[in-house]
Nanobody, 125 residues
Framework: QVQLVESGGGLVQAGGSLRLSCAAS????????MGWFRQAPGKEREFVAG????????YLGEAAKGRFTISRDNAKNTVYLQMNSLKPEDTAVYSC??????????????????WGQGTQVTVSS
């Protein structure tokens, strides 16, 4: 059974940084892509960033461009989201997800089959 477990969330002041991790178990990365999504209260789940299994392709959503970086370490079966210059509007539950059947990064949440439980990120002003 494939499991994704996020960590690294927390409370940070505006302008600060956090690094989220997503550790996968039950399956090694040899295809597909991993994505980070976020959902704030009362809002739709939003694509944040994605990366293919071999790191050859990455894609950042509009809110992440210029501030966030996605990377992965396949030896550790882990994907990271480095978030800098955080803003209060970045407050949300951040979830990682796996899209096993793709050769590029897709941004629709419906393309991702496996999800983690999410980690809360709160940015205070």
């Amino acid at each position: 059974q494939v499991q994704l477990v996020e960590s690294g969330g927390g409370l940070v002041q505006a302008g600060g940084s956090l690094r989220l991790s997503c550790a996968a178990s039950g399956r090694t990365f040899s295809s597909g892509a991993m994505g980070w999504f976020r959902q704030a209260p009362g809002k739709e789940r939003e694509f944040v960033a994605g990366i293919t299994w071999n790191s050859r392709r990455t894609y950042l959503g509009e809110a992440a461009k210029g501030r966030f970086t996605i990377s992965r370490d396949n030896a550790k079966n882990t994907v990271y989201l480095q978030m800098n210059s955080l803003k209060p509007e970045d407050t949300a539950v951040y979830s990682c997800a796996a899209d096993w059947d793709t050769v590029y990064v897709r941004t629709s949440r419906y393309d991702y089959e496996t999800w983690g439980q999410g980690t809360q990120v709160t940015v205070s002003s």
